[in-house]
């Protein structure tokens, strides 16, 4: 049974100059009621009215400063944290070339996050 239907969005943020479009991207694809495979097959489908509530960390703040301007440590502290209220993790297709986003597939596969890649 789904504890709650909160997805985080992990991908490479560092060094992509175009990482706000992708993620914002990938919200409107955990929003939808339905996941693809790379061929364009229905790998799920979410029950319910809607899809699941996008984690975007590209638009985490802390006390009103953007996640982006605080120091990488403390910004993946941050991440975490949401990614730890979260049942699932979308992992973009690029995740493995990001040293946060492993972290975070690690932190994921540690605590039995629900994992769905792009």
């Known amino acids: 049974m789904i504890m709650n239907s909160k997805?985080?969005?992990a991908g490479r943020v560092t060094g992509?100059?175009?990482?706000?479009?992708?993620?914002?991207?990938?919200?409107?694809?955990?929003t939808s009621h339905y996941f693809f495979d790379r061929?364009?097959?229905?790998?799920?489908?979410?029950?319910?009215r809607w899809g699941f509530q996008a984690v975007n960390p590209t638009d985490i703040s802390c006390l009103g400063i953007s996640i982006d301007r605080l120091p990488w440590l403390l910004?993946?502290?941050?991440?975490?944290?949401?990614?730890?209220?979260?049942?699932?993790?979308?992992f973009l297709?690029?995740?493995?070339q990001s040293r946060g986003a492993r972290i975070e597939h690690?932190?994921?596969?540690l605590t039995r996050k629900n994992i769905i890649y792009q």
């Open 7 to 9: 997805c985080y969005i």
């Open 16 to 30: 992509d100059p175009h990482y706000k479009a992708k993620f914002r991207s990938a919200v409107a694809t955990v």
């Open 39 to 48: 061929h364009g097959h229905i790998i799920a489908v979410l029950s319910g």
């Open 75 to 90: 910004a993946m502290l941050f991440c975490i944290l949401k990614l730890a209220s979260c049942s699932y993790a979308y």
């Open 93 to 96: 297709a690029d995740w493995k």
């Open 106 to 109: 690690r932190f994921a596969r």
